[in-house]
Each structure stands twice: as structure tokens, then as C-alpha cells.
């Protein structure tokens, strides 16, 4: 009956909006965005008329700061086109940001911030960083606020489909590969602990938003729980990316972003990605975090 | 044989119950599309009971529609939203004619008397104005979600919190697989609920529909204005309300769609894309009832 015709509801949607080889909503109905899964003309339609702003954090600590050029010049070229952005840039150096062409209606603010001793201490730390910033700055400036690594490019569109009240995306070392295998952190004695049997996704930190207010909530308790790890002497596994992990496993994401929207330049792409959109730039980590 | 909880769709122990390679599971503004099958019953039971909700139900029981009530609630008992709070507010010109039926706790039944209009498509398109109204003046305060439900109609199997949403539409039987030129849209260019040939992305059925309910008052206000305007302009849309909701929802997409088993009708063959019936006719006399 499907190859009749295409044009029904269902089955022209089928041939045009449809991906047979992922999942593209989870258990708790939450969409999975994937290139073919949506129609951007429909979702501009349905979101630039609210005259929304969507915020950006994104942190360039130390040497870090090299990454804010190519960051801010690929952002412009597909990051929200056509939206009011704020990027909101976190670093210990602000004469060392570049200045980058902007288009109207998108601005850069430079947020002074504490350089920590070790790699690991900034990454943690940058939970209790947005949540402040949100508290003292951007809840009144933005609608939505992605957060976001800095060391990236974007190479392909990240558009409305990304907007959600709580949005999560897949890491792309881990969306296929079994559940046994995530990253999570196992011991009982952290406050990320994952036991073996549950867990739904493996998240990346790298890349989360949502509503501010969202942003502001979830922050806050990411902050808690590893500052009580702290507190106990124990660091998670993969930082704030467990305590993130974590905490969407008890408050689902509203809305989670495949692969594409987290990419890794040094994995080869397989057949389920069919668009980068946001990916590492490739570098020398042990040059550059220290 | 170990857990593969990935996202490749083949077959797997852990996936293999969440997901629908026959259907659509989202739509193209990326809301998703409820079937058995898609959904974890338990993961959002854990996410919604928390949040202490309660649920309405607006129903019109008006002239003879009045002995579909006892059954439509019976087993909305049974089936609808249970664990949670329900608020059932039956809209009726007869309240005498209500049954009394046994309640779960936390679960009441609330009558709402209301005007009964001379023609059954007067009747029809007038709860817009009385759903929006009530909300308005009572529900507002009583209720998170409402669902505006005909009652007309048994529920079957489990209708949770997987139907929860801003704003729910859901696909009307008889027209989820048929092609797009075919859907009963209102085509005079005349009414205030036209969709011209080319556009559309599904039928609606009118006798499911709800959300948030601000969002449903928002909705049925709208809705409600465009039926006063095709009336004012001496026109009455091809199937009433349900053309003026297909309207609404082409221009302001619904974030969440309901599956043909929440609004089936029982006269039509099960297609294999129907794997459970949870909400449909009951088997009436049209001729004999709307008079």
C-alpha cells in the first residue's frame, strides 16, 4: 500500500521526512533530530515570529582562547541564522579575543572568568559558572541557551529544530555501541553514579540547552552533586559529562540531538550521519591544556 | 546475548519494544507521533506522577447523547489517566439525566449545564465557545491538562501520560493513510477554515484534541472566532468544528499527535498499523440520535 502513492499523510511524509535506520523519538517520546527527521522551512515558520534570542556560553580558558575565531566565524555562517544570538564568551584572557564580523541582531559579551589549576577543575567548574551568569545576566537577555564547547566548528546548518525546554546530545563515540559500554561513572561512591542495567543514552558534554529557566535548573544541580564528590574527594570519570549523565537519566531531556550536532572529526563517519554540523577541531591535547 | 541499547535499528534485545519502523514517528516540526510501541509506560509515569496533576475531560452529553455516559465513564475509570487526578466536566442540557458512576479517589464528575442549540451541527460548533468559556471561568484553576473528548465514544485500553503535551491533536481514522488530496478539508476559499489543494499535513479528527490548558483556551478561542466569521458570512464548514481545528492546527502545528488508536472508530477494519484500540465509537443510530 505504501508504494501506491506518496502523497498521504503518512507515507509522503515517509519518503521525505523519514529515517528508517535510527531511532527518532525515545521511550519517554522526546524527539531524536536527525537529518531527514524535519522540515526546516516549518519550524522557521513556527519560530521566527516569536522574536526569540538565543544565547551561546562557551568557555576559552588559557590557550583555549586560540579556538573563539574559527568558533564565532563558522557560528555565523549556520549557527541560528536569521535569530537574535548572544555569545556569551567565558575566558581568564579577554584581550585575547579576536574580534569577529558579526550580523545585526548578534553580539558577543566577553564574561570575565577565574582561570582554575587544572583542565579538569574548568571543566568542572563551568556548571556553577553558567548557572551564575544566568542568575546575574542572561535569564533576562535570552529565551534559549545553548552551551557549548569551544574547541569546534560548525560545518552545516543548527537551526529551530534545536530548540526544547531540556536538550541533550548524543556523544558521538558512544550513540552504537551497547549500553554496557557507556563511559558512565560506576563507583557508588560518587554522586554521578550510573549502576550496570540502567541508563538510556550517553550524553556529551560538549554540547546542552534548553529554556534558560531549564538551563538555570539543571546547572545548578550538576553543580551540587559534584561539588558533594568534592566534598568526598572523588572526581567523576569524564567530569561534568557524568554528572550530566547523570542527572538526564533522572530528568529526561525534552528533546535530544543526534550525533550530527556533536561530531568528532577523528571518528570516521558512518552511514547513520548523513550531515556534520558541529564537530572538534583537531588538536594536541596535551599541548594545550597546560 | 547482552544489552544492545543502541540506536541502529535492527534487532535487539533492550530496543527492539521502542520502536515503529512501519509508521511515522515524528512529523517534520519534530512532534512526536504517539503509537504503542514508541513509548515506556513506566519512564513517564516516573516523570508526570510527581508533578501532582490532574487531568480534565470536557464531554457534551446534549439531548439523546446523554446515555453514552455511563459508558464513556465507566471505562475512562478503567483506562484514562489512571493514578492520576481527574476533573470530568460533562457538558449537558439534562443534568438529571447523568448517571451517577463510582469514582476512583482523587477523581470527580462535574456538571456543567449548558444550552442545548436547535441543529446538531449548532451544537457541534458551539463547544468551542463553552469549552473556552468554562476554562475561563472554572477549569483554569481545577486543571494542568485538559482533553476535549466526544462522548459518543468507550476507551478500550490505557490512555496515560504519554497523550500529555502542549498542545495534542490527534489523526482521525479514516483519513491517516489515505493521500493528502484526499482529506475532507474545507476547500471554499469563502470560509474562514479553508485549506486550499497543495497544502495540509494531516487529517484531525474533532473529537479529540487538548494540552496545556491555557494553550486549549488559546485554541478554542481561535477556533471559535473563526466559526462566528464563517457564520456571519453565511457559510457552515464541511464538517463543522473539525474543519475550523484542521485550520488552526495547519498554521500553529500541534507539539504532540496522537495515533488513530486514541480516536478510532470501531466500524472500520483494523489495519496492521493499529496494534491496540484505545479510545473509539460506539456503534449508534446517527439518523435516530441527532434528533
Not at 534558560?212 to 553543580?223: A, S
Request: aromatic share 14%; net charge neutral.
Amino acid at each position: 500500500y505504501t508504494f501506491e502513492c506518496c502523497y498521504n499523510s503518512l507515507t509522503f511524509l515517509f519518503f521525505s521526512f523519514r529515517r528508517q535506520d535510527v531511532l527518532t523519538v525515545t521511550p519517554w517520546l522526546a524527539p531524536i533530530v536527525w537529518e531527514g527527521t524535519f522540515n526546516a522551512e516549518i519550524l522557521d515558520s513556527a519560530y521566527r515570529p516569536l522574536n526569540l534570542t538565543v544565547g551561546v556560553t562557551a568557555f576559552a580558558i588559557g590557550k583555549y582562547t586560540r579556538f573563539v575565531g574559527r568558533f564565532l566565524e563558522s557560528a555565523e555562517k549556520h549557527f541560528m541564522k536569521g535569530y537574535r544570538v548572544n555569545y556569551y564568551i567565558f575566558t581568564d584572557n579577554p584581550e585575547t579575543i579576536p574580534t569577529v564580523q558579526l550580523q545585526p541582531g548578534r553580539r558577543l559579551v566577553i564574561v570575565p572568568i577565574k582561570k582554575y589549576p587544572s583542565w579538569q577543575e574548568i571543566s568542572m567548574r563551568r556548571m556553577e559558572a553558567i548557572n551564575k551568569h544566568i542568575a546575574e545576566t542572561s535569564h533576562g537577555e535570552v529565551d534559549y541557551l545553548f552551551c557549548l564547547d569551544i574547541d569546534m566548528v560548525f560545518y552545516n546548518a543548527w537551526g529551530p529544530e534545536t530548540l526544547g525546554d531540556i536538550v541533550a546530545a548524543l556523544h558521538p563515540g558512544y550513540f552504537n555501541v551497547p549500553r554496557s559500554q557507556f563511559p558512565y561513572e560506576r563507583r557508588s561512591s560518587s554522586a554521578a553514579h550510573i549502576p550496570d542495567g540502567e541508563g538510556d543514552f550517553y550524553y556529551g558534554g560538549a554540547v546542552f540547552g534548553g529554556l534558560v529557566k531549564k538551563v538555570y535548573e539543571f546547572t545548578k544541580t550538576c553543580h551540587m552533586t559534584i561539588l558533594t564528590d568534592k566534598a568526598n574527594g572523588i572526581m567523576a570519570a569524564w567530569q561534568e559529562e557524568s554528572h550530566l549523565n547523570r542527572h538526564f537519566l533522572s530528568h529526561k531531556p525534552s528533546k535530544v540531538l543526534s550525533p550530527e550536532y556533536l561530531w568528532d572529526d577523528r571518528k570516521p563517519k558512518p552511514p547513520e550521519i548523513h550531515l556534520i554540523r558541529f564537530s572538534t577541531v583537531d588538536k594536541d591535547y596535551k599541548e594545550i591544556r597546560d
